[in-house]
């Protein structure tokens, strides 16, 4: 294993070079939405849509490695266009996020349910404890662009999200970012 510089874009997000790369489109994220109805009907009238863009750079064998997620702007209804969001497999992983364009928020919630938030834009650098679920929300106009820095056997965990949601939903109100209870998370937590 050698040394490496890897340039990151922070305008598009491109890595060069990379090892990987994936694309979610918002036909694959339907049940991350609090309202469906909202959400079919935008699919409907917009098509599908690139949600985000993931890229990575890693090392076989190295301890650590990172890369960059590139999200859309755009909401469903009221709601910001997110990630899934996950806890990692490893409770005793955690994570950093280096915004590089963009604004939005990093929404982060601990395993006994107590919820977290960091404004992201160009200069801060977010620092998500072993055992906090992560999603990042675009509330911007433009993309979000961050580079993520995380170890290798972290793992990800996206059903206990999935399945629930988060205690919280990030909303668009008066022009204002605003954070709502979710209606969708299920009861008995
Ligand atoms: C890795 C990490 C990021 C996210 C990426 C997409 O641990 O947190 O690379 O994987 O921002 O978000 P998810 O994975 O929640 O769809
Ligand atoms: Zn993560």
């Known amino acids: 294993m050698f040394p490496a510089g890897v340039t990151i874009d922070p305008k598009t997000g491109a890595v060069s070079p990379n090892t990987g790369t994936y ?10 939405y609090h309202d ?6 935008r699919l409907a009238r917009q098509g599908d849509a690139v949600a985000y863009t993931v890229i990575e750079y890693r090392e076989p064998g190295a301890d650590i490695f990172f890369g960059t997620t590139t999200m859309s702007p755009g ?4 709601e910001y266009f997110m990630t ?17 364009s963009g604004e939005g928020v990093l929404l982060m919630q601990s395993r006994q349910g107590e919820m977290r938030s960091v404004e992201m834009k ?3 650098c977010a620092f998500i404890p072993p055992d906090w679920a ?19 056997d972290a793992g ?34």
């Open 122 to 124: 160009p200069g801060v």
């Open 36 to 41: 469906g109805a909202e959400f079919d009907a």
């Open 75 to 78: 909401r469903i209804g009221d």
């Open 84 to 100: 899934r969001g996950h806890f990692h497999e490893r409770p005793d992983r955690g994570e950093i996020y280096y915004t590089q």
């Open 156 to 189: 990800h965990d996206y059903d206990v999200i999935v399945t629930r949601g988060m205690r919280q939903i990030v909303v668009e109100r008066s022009g204002a970012v605003a954070y709502l209870p979710n209606p969708k998370f299920a009861a008995g937590n």
């Open 23 to 32: 694309t979610k489109h918002l036909s694959e994220l339907r049940s991350i």
């Open 134 to 152: 992560h999603r990042s929300i675009n509330t911007g106009e433009q993309p979000l662009i961050f580079v993520w820095c995380c170890n290798q």
